[in-house]
């Protein structure tokens, strides 16, 4: 398994493929990204169930739909 490119004792449990070359990212520095406002989307789950995925879900900014009040 990769180790995280953030903190670098982690497991990566994602990685970003929006930067080149792709980086691997632990779920907590993942999560820290969310909560920040800067989210990985462009990822893929590595190994088990894509917990990453359920966080950017109900976490981001980015996911959720921008509407104009008239």
Same mark, same amino acid.
């Given at each position: 398994?990769?180790?995280?490119?953030?903190?670098?004792?982690?497991?990566?449990?994602?990685?970003?493929?929006? /930067?080149?070359?792709?980086? #691997?990212?632990?779920?907590?520095?993942?999560?820290?990204? *969310?909560? @920040? &406002?800067?989210? /990985?989307?462009?990822?893929? #789950?590595?190994?088990?169930?894509?917990?990453?995925?359920? *966080?950017? @879900? &109900?976490?981001?900014?980015?996911?959720?739909?921008?509407?104009?009040?008239?």
């Amino acid at each position: 398994m990769s180790i995280c490119a953030r903190c670098r004792t982690a497991e990566a449990a994602i990685e970003d493929l929006d /930067v080149q070359p792709p980086q #691997p990212w632990c779920l907590g520095c993942a999560i820290a990204l *969310v909560r @920040a &406002g800067d989210p /990985v989307i462009n990822y893929r #789950p590595l190994g088990g169930p894509d917990e990453y995925g359920r *966080v950017l @879900a &109900g976490g981001s900014t980015q996911v959720l739909p921008f509407r104009r009040q008239t």
